[in-house]
């Protein structure tokens, strides 16, 4: 079975750009969460999304956005770019089942970087 | 908000050494991950605990759910040099989000 895969793997925006990240879940999961990694701040939850409904929001400021396809698949967007969004963008695909005790998959995340 | 706190921060140890770290937190989990991160790519599940009390191994390493269900721990036992990295425990309740934790920082000396 395919892991969860996520494009493009690296990018390079300047300040105020916009940018869009890719994720295609594990075959089957339709649960799809996406975190923001930085050295200084470790994981941070930025949004789930479950059957194209965002479920659970961290605290990040409204150019973070996402949404999620029939398929399953996710994009999360980001607009006007700061130099602080740069960071580790990870998106985790789990089945999210009926008991609510699923197990989050990761994919290799997408490095970007904002000049 | 929530938050997990691991220990220790980093260690550094000797090959063939066995490991232990731990997580704990104020809220109570219906879910316990454990999670080791190498540089540059995303976290890579190791064992996913559900039940409080349960002890789960996956090779050489062991991880229990605490009875409590605020706390985990993780072992790690006759350390090798593929085993270093940063390893996370994550907490979960029901259809929330999960909380990660700082991360703990293992580096293996041949």
């Known amino acids: 079975k395919a892991g969860v895969t996520q494009t493009p793997r690296y990018l390079i925006k300047t300040r105020g750009q916009q940018v869009t990240l890719s994720c295609s879940p594990i075959s089957g999961h339709r649960s799809v969460s996406w975190y923001q990694q930085t050295p200084g701040q470790g994981l941070q939850f930025l949004f789930e999304y479950f059957s194209e409904t965002q479920r659970n929001k961290g605290n990040f400021p409204g150019r973070f956005s996402g949404r999620q396809f029939s398929n399953s698949r996710s994009e999360m967007n980001v607009s006007t770019l700061e130099l602080g969004d740069s960071a580790l963008y990870l998106c985790a695909s789990s089945f999210s089942g009926t008991g609510g005790a699923e197990t989050q998959y990761f994919g290799p995340g997408t490095r970007l970087l904002v000049l | 908000g929530q938050q997990l706190n691991q220990s220790p921060q980093s260690m550094f140890i000797q090959e063939g050494e066995d490991v232990s770290m731990n997580c704990t937190s104020s809220s109570i989990f219906n879910t316990w991950l454990w999670y080791k991160q190498d540089p540059g790519e995303g976290p890579v599940l190791l064992i996913a605990?559900?039940?409080?009390?349960e002890l789960t191994s996956n090779g050489r390493l062991t991880a229990q759910f605490g009875i409590t269900r605020k706390d985990s721990f993780l072992n790690i036992s006759a350390s090798i040099p593929s085993d270093v990295g940063i390893y996370f425990c994550?907490?979960?309740?029901?259809?929330?989000?999960?909380?990660f934790g700082p991360g703990t920082s293992l580096s293996v000396i041949p």
């Open positions: 605990l559900y039940k409080a009390g």
């Open positions: 994550a907490g979960r309740k029901s259809y929330d989000k999960v909380i």
